[in-house]
């Protein structure tokens, strides 16, 4: 490791990040981003390419007007009418950078810029120059530098740094290099040019090596990083700057003190922001941003990150600015996960109901991805009551209602047997409850029928309220029914009511024994 401990952040998120297709932005929401990489405490931001249209022109200008503590930087070809658009870009900008670039790989040398590399050298040196009469601060980038030859690098950027460049990027512009090698680029060229200037990187990630190399890049003399949010670029993206800064951070074992002035609770603000102005929304298992990033799911996991967050977390949701790492309640999960959970939403079950509990949240889980917590409520409230089950739901069977007759099989469980009928009805609601009722005895009457999502998703349980009068010396009485099927959670709900019914008249007051009075 070299000796020098700060490493600069240069986020691109407005330039190359608006180079990914789909991600253009308009000048007020690239004033919200940059507003917000400040807060950040990025210390460069590559604010848009100011010759590529007025609009980019003017999102920088006004970028200058809010930004004071971060520099803003503006990107410019290897020409004059391009830096000149640059420095009037940055006219009002409290700090400013003017980075210009050309290509120094053979083939883009020969095959693009059509260019000797004399001639590339000389057009590098006029822009570094013309760059300097706007600002002390310019950066000079060798495009394509991970193909490019370390002769000529050299030479180049020894002619650069005569001319005034402060800042020399060593873009791998097609995400070609492995760690090793790039760290071996950077080393070599960090020796060339020692204290003459500041190295940087610029990675992109063709081969998803793009934060790999980036670190590889610090271990070996480079002390700019340039990168986006959510890893945002041209094609597969840059280095992503939430995974650089918490790499450097989480290992700082290995990073020897390193710092950045990132300030890393900003770090998943700045990500939703980004993703929701560009709409482009970081895949659920990305690196410390993904929805999945700090979720738990499953059982044994859970277990051990409630008994130590350590043993799964290496590194914590606040740090980022979450606000806490996530229990995903789901098939995989255990009994301690879900016990956790049920306290934190108030119940206090007994190990018997507890377990009950948990036999139901296992057999709904096994029917829908993740179980949320107005899925527990209502599956608590359903099923561990105190009303006694006189009748139990076993089946049921609905017949197709586009064509033909609605009708309903269904099974009941009632003193130990169980009992199958079927009936039909006006719809297949009404076929359920109608052949309920001949299989129990008991004719009611339905006054309200409700049903609702409970939870999120295609796959939320339906839960059925239903308000029945089952005799008229009594009142009517209310059942709830959930499921991930809306019959199914209808004829519960039916039940449910039954069940009310039967507990409020007394015990010995039995259908049979009732009849006639
Ligand atoms: C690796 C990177 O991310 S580089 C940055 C990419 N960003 C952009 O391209 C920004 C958006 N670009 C644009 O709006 C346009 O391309 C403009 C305005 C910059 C230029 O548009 P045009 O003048 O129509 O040129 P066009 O884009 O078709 O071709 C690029 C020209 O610039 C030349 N060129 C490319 N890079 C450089 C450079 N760094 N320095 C000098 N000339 C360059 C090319 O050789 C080509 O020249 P030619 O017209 O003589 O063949
Ligand atoms: C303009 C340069 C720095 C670039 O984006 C690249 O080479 O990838
Ligand atoms: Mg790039």
């Known amino acids: 490791m070299k000796n020098d401990k700060r490493v600069y952040i240069f986020d691109t998120t407005l330039r190359d990040g608006e180079q990914s297709p789909g991600a253009s932005m308009n000048t007020e929401e690239k004033i919200k981003i940059a507003t917000q990489l400040q807060r950040l405490g990025v210390d460069v931001i590559e604010a848009g390419f100011a010759a590529a249209s007025p609009g980019d022109f003017d999102a920088i200008r006004r970028i200058c ?94 002619a650069v740094i005569e001319a005034g460049a402060t800042t020399l990027n060593i873009p791998d512009t097609v995400g070609y290099r492995l760690p090793q090698e790039m760290g071996a680029i950077i080393e070599e060229l960090h020796g060339h040019v020692g204290e003459r200037a500041i190295i940087s990187v610029h990675c992109h990630n063709d081969l998803g090596l793009a934060v790999a190399n980036s670190l590889f890049s610090v271990m070996n003399g480079a002390r700019q990083v340039e990168c986006t949010i959510n890893g945002l670029g041209e094609r597969a993206g840059n280095a992503a700057l939430e995974e650089v800064v918490m790499a450097m951070k989480t290992r700082a074992d290995v990073f020897e003190g390193i710092e950045t002035g990132i300030n890393t609770k900003e770090i998943y603000p700045t990500s939703r922001l980004v993703a929701a102005i560009t709409g482009i929304e970081p895949q659920p298992n990305k690196a410390i941003v993904g929805k999945n990033a700090f979720a738990h799911e499953s059982g044994i996991h859970q277990d051990g990150v409630l008994k130590c967050q350590e043993t799964y977390e290496i590194m914590h949701a606040e740090d980022i600015g979450l606000e806490t790492n996530r229990i995903v309640l789901g098939k ?56 006694p ?69 295609k796959d939320a349980l339906a839960k059925v309220v239903v308000n029945v009068q089952f005799d008229e010396n009594n009142s009517a009485v209310i059942g709830h029914g959930l499921s991930i099927d809306t019959m199914l959670a209808s004829a519960k709900a039916y039940i449910g009511a039954l069940n009310s019914y039967l507990s409020m008249i007394p015990s010995n007051c039995q259908i049979d024994s009732c009849e006639g009075v």
């Open 389 to 457: 089950q006189a009748y139990e739901l076993v089946g049921l069977q609905i017949a197709d209602c586009s064509a033909g007759v609605p009708s309903a099989a269904v099974t009941i469980r009632h003193d130990g047997e169980e009992i199958t009928d079927a009936g039909i009805g006006d719809g297949t609601i009404d076929a359920i409850f109608k052949t309920i009722d001949r299989i129990s005895g008991h004719s009611g009457r339905l006054l309200d029928y409700r049903v609702e999502a409970v939870s999120q998703g």
């Open 332 to 387: 995989h999960s255990g009994r301690h996960a879900f016990k956790e959970r049920l306290e934190a939403l108030g119940f206090d079950l007994s190990p018997e109901d507890l377990n009950k509990a948990f036999e139901r949240f296992k057999l709904l889980a096994d029917k829908k991805k993740e179980i949320f917590d107005d899925d527990i409520r209502m599956l608590i409230a359903n099923e561990i009551t105190n009303i």
């Open 65 to 158: 007007e809010v930004v004071d503590k971060s520099t803003v930087c503006s990107l410019a070809r290897a020409v004059d009418r391009d830096i000149i658009q640059a420095g009037e870009s940055l006219a009002d900008a409290k700090h400013k950078r003017i980075h210009t670039f050309i290509a120094t790989s053979p083939i883009h040398m020969e095959h693009k810029l059509k260019m000797s590399p004399e001639e590339v050298i000389r057009r590098a040196v006029a822009a570094v120059k013309l760059a300097k009469t706007f600002t002390d601060d310019v950066e000079f980038s060798c495009e394509d530098a991970g193909r490019s030859e370390m002769p000529f690098l050299k030479e180049i950027l020894d």
